[in-house]
């Protein structure tokens, strides 16, 4: 089955303790990014990848860094985390460009919270 | 940059009547598409239609259709005959030709009455 995966689903942390939402897909797409999602202010992306070892910063970097060493696979990484990051976070790929009309597909969401 | 606005925070319409929801966007960029996703309650994210800033024709894709103005700077969704399932939040979104990012706008909360 064609899906992008994330885990944990759930987590519930405390500042500073350093920690890794993985994510992967299988439908051998190109395009993969992060987003999170506050309410009242919809999705903001975090990070995106357009291929492996390239990746680039989306309009609410800070305190995140990714990396993209394989093609499936795109992990998050809090390197200290702090409350403002609690939120739901999504993963989701596509096969090429956005802006040619590529649909993206979401991962269920990763529910985190910083104490 | 890219803004995404969607005014309407909230909605409510009756089953089977057609419903509306508003998106502006505001670009510099020539080239751009538009998007428009669904999540209902269980917190997935569907993709819903598209629309490039060079089609010539409104999308379409079933009970959805893109009211695309260009002058306007308006990109809204019209879905015909709606059904208790349409239900959900949804959300405009853009991205640039030769910039990927992706912008979000804050999403319209729509909910079918039956």
């Known amino acids: 089955e064609a899906q992008v995966t994330q885990n944990p689903r759930y987590l519930i942390t405390v500042t500073g303790k350093k920690l890794t939402v993985t994510c992967s897909q299988n439908m051998n797409h190109e395009y993969m990014s992060w987003y999170r999602q506050d309410p009242g202010l919809g999705l903001r992306q975090i990070y995106y990848?357009?291929?492996?070892?390239?990746?680039d910063k989306g309009d609410v970097p800070e305190g995140y860094k990714v990396s993209r060493k394989e093609k499936r696979n795109f992990p998050l990484i809090l390197e200290s985390p702090s409350p403002n990051q609690t939120s739901l976070y999504f993963c989701?790929?596509?096969?090429?460009?956005?802006?040619?009309?590529?649909?993206?597909?979401f991962g269920p969401g990763t529910r985190l919270t910083v104490l | 940059a890219q803004k995404i606005t969607q005014t309407q925070p909230g909605m409510f319409v009756q089953e089977k009547e057609a419903v509306t929801l508003d998106c502006t966007y505001d670009?510099?960029?020539?080239?751009?598409?538009l998007f428009w996703y669904k999540q209902p309650s269980s917190g997935e994210m569907i993709f819903l239609i598209y629309q490039g800033s060079y089609d010539q024709q409104n999308a379409t894709e079933g009970r959805y259709s893109l009211n695309f103005q260009k002058a306007r700077k308006s990109a809204n969704l019209v879905i015909s005959a709606s059904q208790l399932g349409d239900s959900a939040m949804y959300f405009c979104a853009g991205s640039s030709f030769g910039n990927e990012k992706l912008t979000f706008g804050t999403g319209t909360r729509l909910t079918i009455i039956p």
């Open positions: 670009t510099s960029d020539p080239s751009y598409g």
């Open positions: 989701a790929s596509s096969l090429w460009r956005l802006a040619g009309g590529n649909e993206q597909f």
């Open positions: 990848s357009m291929n492996v070892e390239v990746t």
